[in-house]
């Protein structure tokens, strides 16, 4: 199985089930950027304890391995779970967002693509892409999320809503990254 083909068969069986979702992280990054090499597929799901059985019976063994501990867990504590496809290798990072504002704009915000000619799915939108790559950067210090925003704003930046980031910036205290970013970003062009 190809990445492409597991992030199709996770959006069919999370639109199958009725799971609001959409896809972040890097795949989301090279969709909106520039392209480079990703281990996993991160999905940003709102899964209510009771359906957790039915997510499970999605990703049945041995095709897959998925943990419904795990999952109960990661509903639990608003946390992250894994769906692993045990043959190729590949990996899908599922987290269980907070209710808060912030990712209830991210789902307000979300927008329908197509990362391949066959399929679409949501996908988280590229300013709320980049302020999770900018809010990753400070945990971490890893300049490859910086690499990622740059990608963003080469190829989507016209189109970037800069008001809703430098807002939301704030609020989750990472204007000074995001001020750099757009220093530097000026620099280049």
């Avoid at 009725?18 to 950027?33: C, K, P, Q």
Wanted: net charge negative.
């Amino acid at each position: 199985m190809e990445q492409f083909e597991l992030l199709q068969h996770v959006v069919k069986a999370l639109e199958r089930l009725g799971l609001r979702y959409f896809v972040t992280g890097s795949m989301a990054t090279i969709f909106f950027g520039e392209p480079r090499f990703t281990n996993d597929i991160d999905i940003v799901v709102d899964l209510p304890p009771a359906r957790i059985p039915e997510l499970c019976a999605a990703f049945p063994a041995p095709d897959f391995y998925l943990s419904q501990e795990t999952v109960h867990r990661a509903v639990t504590r608003r946390g992250q779970f894994n769906i692993i496809h045990p043959s190729s290798g590949l990996k899908v990072d599922v987290m269980v967002p907070a209710d808060s504002p912030f990712n209830q704009g991210r789902f307000a915000r979300m927008k329908r693509v197509r990362p391949a000619p066959d399929f679409d799915a949501a996908f988280s939108s590229p300013e709320d892409v980049i302020l999770k790559k900018m809010e990753s950067y400070r945990e971490g210090g890893s300049e490859k999320h910086l690499r990622d925003i740059a990608g963003v704003l080469k190829i989507s930046g016209e189109r970037l809503d800069r008001a809703y980031i430098a807002e939301w910036a704030e609020r989750m205290g990472t204007s000074e990254i995001w001020e750099e970013i757009l220093r530097r970003d000026a620099r280049v062009q």
